[in-house]
């Protein structure tokens, strides 16, 4: 590959980023769903082709968030675990988490598996493509009797909820299981001792749009749509810069976040992690981390800007990450080169 065809592609690349970004910046978010702050630290969880694309023998995860404690009696919960390594061009995965909120204690429990495939484009193998798939089930449940509804109102003791007046509700049961399937690519520069190393990437989840109710009605889950982009910087030795942004869509609900990240390297590879991440008319997030060897540790905390910011008094979500990543027997990598 030519080096007017590389730096053709890079501009070319870096164009197609910002006009992305302008577009989707002048999107708003309409609702919210379950969702990560540290979106990219379950990086199967984001697109199934990173799974396996690491520069290690395997990866473990494991990941928890709490939101709205402070305008919910049960704030919203969500754990995860994860595990994933490559196998030649290939990587392999499963992905479990278990999503609850609310007084009826609803409740998403997914386990998925995944396969990622790494192309490469050139002789140097700088230029890569994944793609990966991922499938499995995903059991969802509630508690109808810890909620009350309309029939149970009654104007006796000022009005209140008589929960043994029949709630009028018919459903076919508490619980349902379905199965989900999800794809996604991404192109990454993996060229190590270099300033820039680009990557954007693509996925879709609920692809078969399973049906899912509790009433037995006919509701399609709706395809969920991702695009994830960003470079790393490599400003130094000691300073790496790591600005990115996810947009999301799903039916009219649509979030965009952005992020930028400072890497600051000590010895040994060694570096702390801290920086602003703004999810538009959501939250404004402050996170901080440390990567030392094999681990590394993640903390953010959202403040709530959205209109619900007077009643939660601009609290929001508190999120931690831990990442172990088993290393190959060989020295260390430069402070600047890319870490995927």
């Known amino acids: 590959m030519s080096s007017k065809f590389i730096i053709a592609f890079r501009l070319t690349f870096a164009k197609i980023v910002i006009a992305l970004f302008c577009v989707f910046q002048a999107q708003t ?19 199934p082709a990173m799974t396996g694309m690491f520069d290690g023998q395997f990866r473990l995860h494991g990941h928890y968030r709490t939101q709205w404690a402070a305008v919910a009696s049960k704030p919203f919960t969500t754990a995860g675990l994860s595990f994933d390594m490559p196998i030649k061009k290939f990587g392999i995965g499963l992905q479990v988490f278990n999503y609850r909120a609310g007084i009826g204690s609803y409740n998403a429990f ?29 059991q969802k449940s509630v508690n109808f009797n810890q909620l009350t509804f309309g029939n149970q109102y009654t104007t006796s003791g000022g009005g209140t909820f008589d929960t043994s007046i029949p709630t009028g509700e018919s ?29 954007i990437g693509f996925s879709a989840f609920h692809l078969t749009q399973p049906n899912e109710s509790f009433y037995g009605n006919n509701n399609k889950l709706p395809i969920r749509y991702y695009v994830h982009a960003g470079t790393k910087i490599n400003v130094s030795e000691k300073v790496q810069l790591l600005p990115k942004f996810i947009y999301m869509k799903q039916v009219n609900a649509q979030e965009i976040t952005a992020t930028l990240l400072l890497h600051y390297f000590l010895k040994d590879d060694t570096y702390l992690i801290f920086g602003p991440t703004y999810r538009n008319k959501d939250a404004a997030i ?9 681990y590394t540790a993640r903390v953010s905390y959202d403040v709530n800007t959205s209109s619900l910011k007077n009643t939660s008094n601009y609290r929001g979500g508190f999120e931690i990450s831990l990442t172990y990543i088993a290393r190959k027997n060989k020295p260390n990598p430069y402070a600047n080169c890319p870490r995927l």
């Open 286 to 294: 402050i996170e901080a981390g440390i990567k030392k060897g094999s």
């Open 171 to 199: 459903y076919s049961g508490q619980s349902y299981l379905i199965t989900d399937f999800n794809a996604g690519a991404l192109y990454y520069y993996a060229k190590e001792n270099v300033r820039l190393n680009p990557f």
């Open 110 to 138: 997914s386990a998925l598996l995944s396969v990622g495939y790494d192309v490469v484009f050139d002789k140097a193998q700088n230029h890569h493509l994944a793609l990966g798939v991922q499938g499995g089930i995903v």
């Open 29 to 47: 978010i309409s609702a919210q769903d379950f969702h990560l702050s540290q979106y990219d630290a379950p990086p199967m969880f984001l697109n």
